[in-house]
């Protein structure tokens, strides 16, 4: 079992700058693969980024692509999300979300995360 605690939302102006924060509480931290994902008022969950259990690989979504960057301190038990160059598109409540590194199915998909934090709302103005 592991908790997750999200912070660091808050309104931005676009072009503005955000970091996004994850507390994780319970088992080997490095057990995990650690995500971001999103939802926008009346769309779906969509994913934003994964980094792996040893931090060697991430991969983003194409939309964020060049402007945010996932990371992770596994000292600390954080998973970080810098958002740069915010648009009012990526106005959304933000998830951090925690799956088995021994998970062989699509991390992208949030059906594939079996830990959610409560979310962070994110909001950018134009």
């Known amino acids: 079992q592991v908790q997750l605690v999200e912070s660091g939302g808050g309104l931005v102006q676009a072009g503005g700058s955000l970091r996004l924060s994850c507390a994780a509480s319970g088992r080997t931290f490095s057990s995990y693969v650690m995500g971001w994902f999103r939802q926008a008022p009346g769309k779906e969950r969509e994913f934003v980024a994964a980094?792996?259990?040893?931090?060697?690989?991430?991969d983003y979504a194409d939309f964020v692509k060049g402007r945010f960057t996932i990371s992770r301190d596994s000292a600390k038990n954080m998973e970080y999300l810098q958002m740069s160059s915010l648009k009012p598109e990526d106005t959304a409540v933000y998830y951090c979300a925690a799956r088995s590194v021994y998970d062989s199915s699509d991390y992208t998909r949030p059906f594939s995360y079996h830990y959610w934090g409560q979310g962070t709302q994110v909001t950018v103005s134009s």
């Open positions: 980094i792996s259990g040893s931090g060697g690989w991430e």
